[in-house]
T-cell receptor
Framework: QQQVKQSPQSLIVQKGGISIINCAYENTAFDYFPWYQQFPGKGPALLIAIRPDVSEKKEGRFTISFNKSAKQFSLHIMDSQPGDSATYFCAALSGSNYQLIWGAGTKLIIKP | KAGVTQTPRYLIKTRGQQVTLSCSPISGHRSVSWYQQTPGQGLQFLFEYFSETQRNKGNFPGRFSGRQFSNSRSEMNVSTLELGDSALYLC?????????????FGQGTRLTVV
């Protein structure tokens, strides 16, 4: 019940296209859902985060869509650029726990 | 503002040895979390400290331990190293005042056990 399932494992998108990464969870106590971006040789960096009281959050080309009833959330990267090539992790946190639960990661490659 | 600093960046140890990794959080941050990152398992939570107290612990054996000092710097120790402990160990700091504050990660310590 503590798991966060992330798909796909890897994704190749053409420059200018839309990249979509999906995550699903079971624990209804989760109330904070961040997405992290990690470049090779670097630690993860927070990209965007959402709480379950909203269904969508947009920051620039990055959008999180959240479906509370389906217990799913997804990251959309619009107009994908080669500089977006990285590994993306979704995560979840419950208000009673100081532990981020991570998805397995998606390696995104944007082809020029 | 300096970021999260982890030392050393790379480490090679022999099975059975022990190792200590260090993490200096962002100035003013009182929460430090440790994660193990492996290609097959993603990021696995080890433990989290806030003001020198361990607030939460992941599902790792007792060979993995940590502590936090009064200046918020944290160390992680792994005793009796096994080949499977080879991984990137990441430290993250946050202000910790609420449960949803952003965590800032260091570049990690790459541990190789031979």
């Amino acid at each position: 019940q503590q798991q966060v399932k992330q798909s796909p494992q890897s994704l190749i998108v053409q420059k200018g296209g839309i990249s979509i990464i999906n995550c699903a969870y079971e624990n209804t106590a989760f109330d904070y859902f961040p997405w992290y971006q990690q470049f090779p040789g670097k630690g993860p960096a927070l990209l965007i985060a959402i709480r379950p009281d909203v269904s969508e959050k947009k920051e620039g080309r990055f959008t999180i869509s959240f479906n509370k009833s389906a217990k799913q959330f997804s990251l959309h990267i619009m107009d994908s650029q080669p500089g977006d090539s990285a590994t993306y992790f979704c995560a979840a946190l419950s208000g009673s726990n100081y532990q981020l639960i991570w998805g397995a990661g998606t390696k995104l490659i944007i082809k020029p | 503002k300096a970021g999260v600093t982890q030392t050393p960046r790379y480490l090679i140890k022999t099975r059975g040895q022990q190792v200590t990794l260090s993490c200096s959080p962002i100035s003013g941050h009182r929460s430090v979390s440790w994660y193990q990152q492996t290609p097959g398992q993603g990021l696995q939570f080890l433990f989290e400290y806030f003001s020198e107290t361990q607030r939460n612990k992941g599902n790792f054996p007792g060979r993995f331990s940590g502590r936090q000092f009064s200046n918020s710097r944290s160390e992680m120790n792994v005793s009796t190293l096994e080949l499977g402990d080879s991984a990137l160990y990441l430290c993250a700091s946050s202000s910790g005042h609420t449960l949803h504050t952003e965590a800032f990660f260091g570049q990690g310590t790459r541990l190789t056990v031979v």
